[in-house]
């Protein structure tokens, strides 16, 4: 089983940009210290989400300079932001330069705000994602001799005579990887052998008390649907080492009364970030003529236990074997969610320590 960190955490202005962007990388290098497998980075913009995630391809090109280890993974990239021919090329000097340790997460994007940035129509936003990710099919597999890449999807166009340069590390395209929570994205993932991204909720509701039992319904329909497209073993057993599992929040400490008073708190914290964000996003909704729902209360007991692993680092082992069980490789973690306040870095020190400490180890092949 693979453990990965999920690199992100607020600004909530312009002074704290760079204090954030150092405390991300070095929380990067704790996480292959800390015995790590990779860490996957958010493609965000505008609101401080996270403010390496305004190019996410360019810090993790910077990270790989530092972590020689780790695998860099993307959660995700908002694909209709992206011209095709920049995606694709971009993405395989990454995996060059990686030597084919990165993990392409791919999205049509969640957020107005973001997309009227770029000039993109919400509404248009999921059919441009599925366009724009089959010109990068086309463009990966184009040989020089080929005729020329022509393309035109209302929003971007093109034409390409001679090729990609440089191909990908990996053929004929780097890892990439789908949620898998609907029955076209579980098709997409299986037809191209693809690690996929298991819910641990059902759409459209997004959080409940049971999530093992959403994890298991999406992962059988996924796992069913990659061994019927015929994939070589071999390309099987990748896709499925790396099919993951995300929480936005991992906490740990030594005691379960501890740990859980320690989220909440943290809880609270991410809750008012949320919030303050959500101003913005409502504005974008206007000026983009687009209605969304409201944004989630994470202070919920059915957030948390849709979105957050907590306990002690031997409840969190247990928990997690369940997921191992039902076939999950990758166990995606945010240690750094919410704002980065003097609680949130103890605690991320905290819970890092612990769980590298101690899960990790009973996890590892002996």
Request: proline residues 7%.
């Amino acid at each position: 089983m693979h453990f990965s960190v999920f690199l992100t955490t607020r600004s909530a202005g312009p002074a704290e940009d760079a204090p954030v962007i150092r405390a991300m990388t070095e929380h990067a290098v704790d996480a292959e210290r800390n015995g790590f497998d990779a860490v996957f980075l958010p493609d965000h913009h505008f609101t401080g989400y996270s403010p390496p995630a305004s190019d996410p391809m360019m810090f993790a090109a910077y990270l790989a300079g530092r972590l020689e280890r780790m695998r860099f993974g993307f959660s995700v990239q908002t694909v209709p932001l992206h011209h095709p021919v920049r995606f694709a090329e971009r993405l395989a000097l990454l995996d060059q330069l990686t030597h084919g340790k990165i993990l392409v997460g791919v999205g049509s994007g969640t957020t107005p705000e973001e997309m009227i940035g770029f000039g993109v129509d919400f509404t248009e936003a999921s059919e441009l994602s599925r366009s724009n990710l089959e010109i990068v099919e086309r463009l990966w597999a184009k040989q020089p001799d080929d005729d020329p890449v022509v393309f035109d999807n209302g929003r971007y166009r093109g034409t390409v005579v001679s090729r990609i340069v440089p191909v990908p590390y990996t053929r004929p395209r780097p890892t990439m990887m789908s949620v898998a929570a609907r029955p076209s994205s579980v098709e997409r993932a299986a037809r191209f052998a693809q690690p996929a991204f298991i819910p641990t909720f059902t759409p459209p509701v997004l959080a409940g008390l049971d999530p093992v039992s959403h994890v298991k319904s999406h992962f059988a329909d996924y796992q069913t649907a990659l061994l019927a497209a015929g994939h070589p073993d071999e390309v099987v057993t990748h896709a499925l080492e790396w099919t993951s599992v995300s929480f936005q929040f991992v906490h740990l400490a030594e005691t379960e009364e501890r740990a859980r008073e320690e989220l909440d708190r943290l809880v609270d914290e991410y809750q008012a970030a949320v919030e303050r964000e959500h101003v913005a996003n409502k504005k974008a909704e206007t000026i983009g003529n687009v209605r969304l729902r409201d944004a989630p209360d994470a202070r919920t007991e059915e957030w948390k236990r849709t979105w957050c692993l907590w306990g002690t680092p031997e409840s969190v082992t247990e928990q997690l074997r369940r997921y191992r069980e039902i076939g999950i490789g990758n166990v995606l973690g945010g240690f750094m969610g919410g704002p980065l306040t003097p609680f949130r870095a103890a605690m991320t020190a905290q819970a890092m320590e612990l769980f590298g400490r101690d899960v990790i180890p009973a996890f590892r092949d002996r």
